[in-house]
Nanobody, 123 residues
Framework: QVQLVESGGGLVQAGDSLRLSCAAS????????MGWFRQAPGKEREFVAT????????VYADSVKGRFTISRDNAKNTVYLQMNSLKAEDTAVYYC????????????????WGQGTQVTVSS
């Protein structure tokens, strides 16, 4: 079992940066691929980024590529999403998720989810 808690969201202006954190509990964190997803009001949950258990492989949605960076610190049981050059379109609740095995871009592939953290970007 893995418990995930997101933090770091907030209200910012377009062009600003935020770093989201996802703290995980569980002895097997290092063996899990991690992902970030987001969901805006009235929209489906969408893929943002994923990272392999080793941190050596990452995949980003086209909408965030070049602006967001996913990373993990297995010693701290934490995954991060550095969000730069934020746009109003990035406004959403951001969720972290974990799964055994390789990372995946589909929400249904993930076994564990955090409660989400709100990111609001004004313009």
């Amino acid at each position: 079992q893995v418990q995930l808690v997101e933090s770091g969201g907030g209200l910012v202006q377009a062009g600003d940066s935020l770093r989201l954190s996802c703290a995980a509990s569980g002895r097997t964190f290092s063996s899990y691929a991690m992902g970030w997803f987001r969901q805006a009001p009235g929209k489906e949950r969408e893929f943002v980024a994923t990272i392999s258990w080793s941190g050596g492989s990452t995949v980003y949605a086209d909408s965030v590529k070049g602006r967001f960076t996913i990373s993990r610190d297995n010693a701290k049981n934490t995954v991060y999403l550095q969000m730069n050059s934020l746009k109003a379109e990035d406004t959403a609740v951001y969720y972290c998720a974990a799964k055994e095995g390789p990372g995946h871009t589909q929400p249904i592939a993930y076994d564990y989810w955090g409660q989400g953290t709100q990111v609001t970007v004004s313009s």
